[in-house]
């Protein structure tokens, strides 16, 4: 079965700090994959979205990019974090029938 | 940008009683999704559904695709506490198109005091 990891689970960083949260999935091959963002329980906004290695749409310009080094790896990063940036982030792989399952997130809070 | 309308915004259950919620659009939908998330995890897909007037269950969950392919609903009967959180709903509007699904705002189901 098909299972997709995020970590770390918490992160605490302090404002002009780099970030790298990273996902994978294992049981599956070639998946797509999204970066979400979701800020104050509610309301999910789409980051990024990737069909495969290298290959990265953005949905919304901001200080965050995305990376795909390997086929079920993928890597939301930052040079630079700013208060906004703060907010719970979510990967997401799609499985048959146009479903998406949501890994277990990241709780990032920027100081 | 395209948005989903869900409603209620919030809602306080007692044990026992049944719960409906909807989400709506102006355009059409080909895909809609019903999620639940519990605080600090990510969303669980609970229910998906492909062709308009479908009707699907998961236990006490039972979601509809609505004719007009523009709006879904989602009922639990019989709530108990532990179906306490947020259910999102999600649609896409073309088949197979990536990047496109679209989530509503949430409904936050909470035990009345």
């Known amino acids: 079965s098909q299972t997709i990891h995020q970590w770390p689970a918490t992160l605490v960083q302090p404002v002009g700090s780099p970030l790298s949260l990273e996902c994978t999935v294992e049981g599956t091959s070639n998946p797509n994959l999204y970066w979400y963002r979701q800020a104050a329980g509610r309301g999910l906004q789409l980051l990024f979205y990737s069909v495969g290695i290298g290959q990265i749409s953005s949905e919304v310009p901001q200080n965050l990019s995305a990376s795909r080094p390997q086929d079920r790896q993928f890597i939301l990063s930052s040079k630079k974090l700013l208060l906004s940036d703060s907010g719970f982030y979510l990967c997401?792989?799609?499985?048959?029938?146009?479903?998406?399952?949501f890994g277990p997130g990241t709780r990032l809070l920027v100081l | 940008g395209q948005q989903l309308n869900q409603s209620p915004q919030s809602m306080f259950i007692q044990e026992g009683e049944d719960v409906s919620m909807n989400c709506t659009s102006s355009?059409?939908?080909?895909?809609w999704l019903w999620y639940k998330q519990d605080p600090g995890e990510g969303p669980v897909l609970l229910i998906a559904?492909?062709?308009?007037?479908e009707l699907t269950s998961n236990g006490r969950l039972t979601a509809q695709f609505g004719i007009t392919r523009k709006d879904s609903f989602l009922n639990i009967s019989a709530s108990i506490p532990s179906d306490v959180g947020i259910y999102f709903c999600?649609?896409?509007?073309?088949?197979?198109?990536?990047?496109?699904?679209?989530f509503g705002k949430g409904t936050k189901l909470s035990v009345k005091p």
């Open positions: 997401a792989w799609e499985g048959g029938r146009e479903t998406q399952y």
């Open positions: 559904l492909y062709k308009a007037g």
């Open positions: 355009s059409i939908f080909n895909t």
């Open positions: 999600a649609g896409r509007r073309t088949p197979g198109s990536q990047g496109n699904l679209i």
